[in-house]
């Protein structure tokens, strides 16, 4: 039989409140039919969920005798989950995607890497660049006299204060006290 508009249950985007009116208007022999239909659902699902259950038993009975643990089904499950999720178009394209953008970073911090390398070779073929060198070489050249780069730090010292004293005024001899 045609219940259209005696079906209490509202499907889906229909008005509750116009599913409510209409329960209100059933006659008593439609209210005990729906009962009855009401109880014998509740009695199928309570079946249902008996065998259910029994077969998840028997499931879990074959499982124990062929040696399937919980741990290697949840591995296995994991592995079958992940082969799901990379055989999809939108993990393919994604993928696809990341691959290209870490492609195209790569082309940029190479890109920034040789500008910067040029620009630091500008900056060292530049006239002041070229000028500060000169002083600092000079600098060396006075404070470390001819003698080539290196020696013991009291060498270099000495070299530094025999660079000074024949620049300026001769230094006073250290004292005790000094030390």
Do not use: C, M
């Amino acid at each position: 039989r045609d219940r259209g508009l005696t079906d209490p249950v509202p499907e889906e985007g229909e008005d509750v409140a116009a599913t409510i009116s209409t329960t209100e208007t059933l006659s008593e022999e439609e209210r005990e039919e729906l009962r009855r239909e009401l109880a014998k659902v509740e009695e199928e699902i309570q079946t249902l969920s008996q065998v259910l259950a029994a077969k998840e038993k028997h499931l879990a009975e074959i499982k124990r005798k062929l040696g399937i643990s919980s741990l290697q089904e949840l591995k296995q499950n994991i592995a079958k989950g992940w082969q799901d999720v990379t055989a999809t178009s939108a993990y393919k394209k994604t993928s696809e995607t990341l691959t290209q953008a870490g492609q195209k970073a790569s082309a940029a911090f190479s890109s920034v890497g040789s500008v910067i390398t040029k620009k630091l070779e500008d900056v060292k073929n530049s006239p002041t660049f070229k000028s500060f060198e000169e002083k600092v070489e000079n600098l060396k050249s006075k404070v470390g006299g001819t003698k080539p780069a290196g020696g013991d730090f009291g060498e270099v010292l000495n070299s530094a204060a025999n660079a000074s004293a024949t620049a300026t005024e001769p230094l006073p001899e250290p004292t005790q006290e000094s030390l």
